[in-house]
């Protein structure tokens, strides 16, 4: 890979401020595991600040970083899903299922399962959809995205706590 680095500004939306995050905090069946979540979408974080925010009645922070992803597709096992696909939906569902697909990674990146396709998931989990029918929903979607980041080194090594709003 020629050319400059690239790094970019990321964000986690939250109700604290968090200069040293660690990956073994979060819950473990969240869409690609347990890890800490950052997205390159301003606008997606502040949403989701203010949505936990509400949910326990505290003030929303917008936490922000310059991450070296380049280095860090170079130097870890990542994967990234690129659109809503068979391969996205079947990744959640077995994630949700307890199966651990995101084990063996360290850097996860794709669309988010929210609200706007949630329902295609639950219906498709629940035997009312069926696959096909659930990836022709999914598609119908630009994916928002976030990036889990699954192993402590990537943060130690290549993620620059920039300060909160």
Not at 34 to 48: E, L
Not at 73 to 79: A, G
Not at 106 to 135: F, H, Q
């Amino acid at each position: 890979m020629g050319g400059k680095e690239m790094k970019i500004k990321v964000y986690h939306g939250g109700i604290e401020k968090i200069e040293k995050p660690r990956v073994d905090v979060g819950r473990p069946y969240l869409d690609f595991g347990r890890g800490f979540y950052i997205t390159d979408m301003r606008q997606q974080a502040v949403d989701w600040a203010k949505r936990v925010g509400d949910r326990q009645n505290a003030a929303p922070v917008l936490n922000t970083y310059i991450l070296d992803r380049d280095a860090v597709i170079e130097n870890f096992k990542c994967k990234i899903f690129s659109e809503y696909n068979g391969e996205w939906l079947d990744f959640i569902v077995d994630s949700r299922n307890g199966k651990k697909p995101w084990a063996k990674y360290d850097y996860i990146e794709g669309g988010v399962a929210n609200d706007r396709v949630i329902d295609t998931i639950s219906l498709y989990m629940a035997d009312l959809m069926t696959r096909e029918k659930a990836i022709e929903k999914l598609s119908e979607h630009r994916p928002n995205n976030q990036m889990c980041l699954l192993n402590q080194r990537i943060i130690d090594q290549y993620l620059i706590f920039d300060g909160t709003e």
